[in-house]
Nanobody, 121 residues
Framework: QVQLVESGGSLVQPGGSLRLSCAASGTIFSIKAMGWYRQAPGKERDSVANISSGGSTAYADSVKGRFTISGDSAKNTVHLQMNSLKPEDTAVYYC???????????????WGQGTQVTVSS
């Protein structure tokens, strides 16, 4: 019913920048929150940043001051601006969203397919 499509992952040198985008499409009444998670090889998937429909944001300590999450409610999109990238930021980045399909439906959670970010010289 809903698809989340990420884009923007790439290979970048340490200290560089990338901008990830995620677009939600399908049967969407409203979006409560969207966010980004990442998973490095052999590690658990961890939250990176999230933004609520009201614009409140939260960040993992490891990315505070370097990453900025923003959303466009009219387009059902979320972006993650990543600056001063470090090798330890290397991971698959996943978009996540909490979505209502209708005024009376339950909240449902969705994941994107992931986009690879590699920080290496």
């Amino acid at each position: 019913q809903v698809q989340l499509v990420e884009s923007g992952g790439s290979l970048v040198q340490p200290g560089g920048s990338l901008r990830l985008s995620c677009a939600a499409s399908g049967t969407i009444f409203s979006i409560k929150a969207m966010g980004w998670y990442r998973q490095a090889p052999g590690k658990e998937r961890d939250s990176v940043a999230n933004i609520s429909s009201g614009g409140s944001t939260a960040y993992a300590d490891s990315v505070k001051g370097r990453f900025t999450i923003s959303g466009d409610s009219a387009k059902n999109t979320v972006h993650l601006q990543m600056n001063s990238l470090k090798p330890e930021d290397t991971a698959v980045y996943y978009c996540n969203a909490d979505i209502y399909h209708s005024k009376y439906s339950a909240l449902r959670n969705y994941w994107g397919q992931g986009t690879q970010v590699t920080v290496s010289s």
